[in-house]
């Protein structure tokens, strides 16, 4: 896959570059078609990813998951946990405590330490730097040169919104990976199970995979209404977000300055509704080539 330069972006919409002139500070913001990006203002920075990193993170276990490092049965966490629960949040464990909360599979518990935990499972397995498991599994396959995990796997990662659109792209058409991998990331793991969706109140169905969240029919929510409910992703306490809609055939990705506050639950669905109505499947231009990925391309 080949990393991105600005020039080779075409500009945003004017309805969205409206919406995204309302968030606080430099944001940039990527919007991802199957064959490329469509759209994108790039401010050329090195954001902080803050839970988007989750993504990465839970692409590596799976990863390491499909080669036989680990299982997805392995008991991991506290009693009756095993990996799966871990990356979808229903281990029990708490947020950043580290102390049980409920039985494994009963709650869903949204949890840094659940993903701690995860990737410290494949770390103990390989016998490497979970930061060199990221690299060499995820990162350096999809292109991702100017993003490292810098911090904890739950949310230390960095990186630019170039590195984010080839990591939604690759979400929204795999290419790269198996779509088995892409598909545990975003299917339903234990269904029926309510929780707290933090910024976004309780949900009686908190519908997430291994490592993404779904949203299903949530509401509020921080993708737009218009969205389907089989999208999934990841939001961040950065103020950054990425979401992949299928039914829509787009993603979109959006890094910040600002941390996550009472501006956006308000800000991010308006702008995800603006880019839904300015790229859905029927204004996409066939043949577009911005972005296009090889497999062999070089950095």
């Known amino acids: 896959m080949m990393a991105l330069d600005n020039h080779d972006f075409p500009p945003l919409t004017a309805e969205v570059s409206l919406q995204l002139q309302q968030w606080p500070g430099d944001p940039s913001l990527a919007v991802v078609g199957e064959n490329g990006v469509l759209g994108c203002h790039d401010s050329g920075r090195v954001y902080r990813l803050a839970s988007v990193t989750k993504l990465l993170t839970a692409l590596t276990v799976l990863s390491a998951a499909d080669e036989g490092v680990v299982s997805l049965s392995d008991q991991a966490g506290p009693t009756g946990s095993t990996l799966l629960h871990l990356l979808s949040h229903a281990s029990g464990v708490g947020f950043d405590d580290g102390k049980v909360r409920a039985p494994a599979g009963s709650r869903r518990i949204y949890s840094n330490t659940g993903i701690d935990l995860a990737a410290a499972h494949v770390s103990s397995r390989s016998g490497k730097d979970f930061k060199d498991e990221m690299r060499t599994r ?21 990186g630019t919104i170039a590195d984010t659109a080839l990591l939604a792209q690759e979400l929204l058409k795999p290419v790269v990976f198996p779509s088995a991998r892409i598909n545990a990331l975003s299917s339903l793991a234990y269904p029926g199970v309510a929780g707290f969706l933090p910024g976004f109140g309780h949900h009686t169905e908190n519908d997430w995979g291994a490592g993404a969240e779904i949203r299903g029919h949530k509401s509020p929510h921080w993708t737009s209404p218009d969205n389907s409910p089989t999208t999934f992703g990841h939001f961040g306490m950065a103020g950054s977000f990425l979401w992949v809609d299928r039914e829509a055939g787009l993603a979109c990705s959006a890094l910040s300055t600002v941390d996550f506050g009472e501006w956006a639950p308000v800000i991010w669905p308006d702008t995800s509704t603006a880019v839904l109505r300015s790229y859905a499947r029927t204004t996409q231009k066939p043949g577009s080539t911005a972005g296009i990925r090889t497999p062999d391309a070089q950095r």
């Open 138 to 158: 995820v990162l350096e396959p999809l292109g991702m040169y100017h993003t490292r995990l810098v911090g904890p796997p739950s949310k230390g990662g960095e």
